[in-house]
Nanobody, 129 residues
Framework: EVHVVESGGGLVQAGGSLRLSCAVS????????IGWFRKAPGKEREGVSG????????YYSDSVKGRFTISSDNNKMTVYLEMNSLQPEDTAIYYC??????????????????????WGQGTQVYVSS
């Protein structure tokens, strides 16, 4: 059985930092793109960042590029999202997903992630002004 578990959300002031973690189990890590997505009230879901479990290549949306850093520990099957210079517009529920199938590109994964993929329960990030 596949499990995807996020942790690390919370409340932070503007300009602050948080680190999110995504622990994955029950699947072959190398076969998946692990992506971070966020959903804010009244806004569309946004694919924030992703990393290939195979070669470690990364993706960032324009809205977080230069502020967020994604990394992975393949031995622990855990992906981290270091978020710096947080702003109120970063407030959202952040979801981690293991996106397949094997061979999918980062860009495809961030665009097409859906119900057939493996999702965590989400972690709330709230940035106060």
């Amino acid at each position: 059985e596949v499990h995807v578990v996020e942790s690390g959300g919370g409340l932070v002031q503007a300009g602050g930092s948080l680190r999110l973690s995504c622990a994955v189990s029950g699947l072959r890590f190398d076969d998946y793109i692990i992506g971070w997505f966020r959903k804010a009230p009244g806004k569309e879901r946004e694919g924030v960042s992703g990393i290939s479990g195979d070669d470690g290549s990364t993706y960032y949306s324009d809205s977080v590029k230069g502020r967020f850093t994604i990394s992975s520990d393949n031995n622990k099957m855990t992906v981290y999202l270091e978020m710096n210079s947080l702003q109120p517009e970063d407030t959202a529920i952040y979801y981690c997903a293991a996106v397949g199938p094997p061979g999918i590109t980062l860009e495809q994964a961030m665009e097409l992630a859906g119900l057939d993929d493996y999702w965590g329960q989400g972690t709330q990030v709230y940035v106060s002004s």
